[in-house]
């Protein structure tokens, strides 16, 4: 068990180290890069990803329709639509959208923290307890996003670790990735397509 214990919390310890050191990396590579690191360490871990469970598909298709509501209404708020505006976007906004998102975050954070680190700290720390360290490492691996677009660092760990919780709840409740797959590809498009409709429809957006 202490063996399993160490095997977690390094693998915890790996991915946060990855967050810290992908930022530096050409932006060429990515999202092929980060999307190859997060399938490799769910194929080493032999995680059962569950692709041809069609519960992931319905829990995760509810989960993503009620984020998209709560997106589409949440933009009716002035504080909301006046951050969104506000927010600086990356560079190609299409590459962004299409790939970027998709594959370079949702994909590879599935996969290596739902997926690689949930699976071993299930195993050696219980449901619960994996679940409470895989959503922990998920927090801490946005600490460098968070000091790289001046967000405050501690809300940023706290809701970020949040959703890690509840994306790794989808994950063991349905079986498969695909349920949290959809619902993190749900929050982070629809506020992102949001975004980038407010700025082009603000005429004081540069």
Do not use: C
């Given at each position: 068990?202490?063996?399993?214990?160490?095997?977690?919390?390094?693998?915890?310890?790996?991915?946060?180290?990855?967050?810290?050191?992908?930022?530096?990396?050409?932006?060429?590579?990515?999202?092929?890069?980060?999307?190859?690191?997060?399938?490799?360490?769910?194929?080493?871990?032999?995680?059962?990803?569950?692709?041809?469970?069609?519960?992931?598909?319905?829990?995760?298709?509810?989960?993503?329709?009620?984020?998209?509501?709560?997106?589409?209404?949440?933009?009716?708020?002035?504080?909301?639509?006046?951050?969104?505006?506000?927010?600086?976007?990356?560079?190609?906004?299409?590459?962004?959208?299409?790939?970027?998102?998709?594959?370079?975050?949702?994909?590879?954070?599935?996969?290596?923290?739902?997926?690689?680190?949930?699976?071993?700290?299930?195993?050696?720390?219980?449901?619960?307890?994996?679940?409470?360290?895989?959503?922990?490492?998920?927090?801490?691996?946005?600490?460098?996003?968070?000091?790289?677009?001046?967000?405050?660092?501690?809300?940023?760990?706290?809701?970020?670790?949040?959703?890690?919780?509840?994306?790794?709840?989808?994950?063991?409740?349905?079986?498969?990735?695909?349920?949290?797959?959809?619902?993190?590809?749900?929050?982070?498009?629809?506020?992102?397509?949001?975004?980038?409709l407010l700025q082009?429809?603000?005429?004081?957006s540069a």
């Open positions: 068990m202490l063996i399993k214990r160490i095997r977690a919390l390094g693998l915890s310890a790996i991915l946060v180290a990855w967050s810290l050191l992908s930022p530096r990396l050409p932006s060429r590579w990515h999202p092929g890069t980060h999307a190859a690191f997060g399938t490799a360490l769910a194929a080493l871990t032999r995680t059962p990803v569950g692709l041809r469970r069609w519960s992931g598909v319905r829990l995760g298709l509810l989960s993503a329709a009620s984020v998209v509501v709560g997106a589409v209404v949440s933009t009716a708020l002035p504080r909301v639509r006046e951050e969104m505006v506000k927010r600086n976007l990356p560079d190609g906004t299409l590459h962004w959208l299409l790939l970027g998102i998709p594959f370079g975050t949702v994909v590879s954070e599935e996969a290596a923290y739902r997926g690689a680190l949930g699976t071993v700290a299930a195993d050696a720390f219980g449901l619960a307890g994996g679940r409470l360290v895989q959503a922990t490492t998920f927090g801490l691996s946005h600490i460098a996003d968070a000091q790289r677009t001046g967000e405050p660092v501690i809300p940023t760990v706290l809701v970020t670790g949040l959703a890690g919780w509840v994306f790794g709840w989808l994950y063991e409740r349905s079986g498969s990735l695909l349920a949290p797959v959809l619902a993190h590809l749900a929050i982070n498009e629809s506020g992102a397509i949001a975004a980038v082009r429809a603000d005429p004081n």
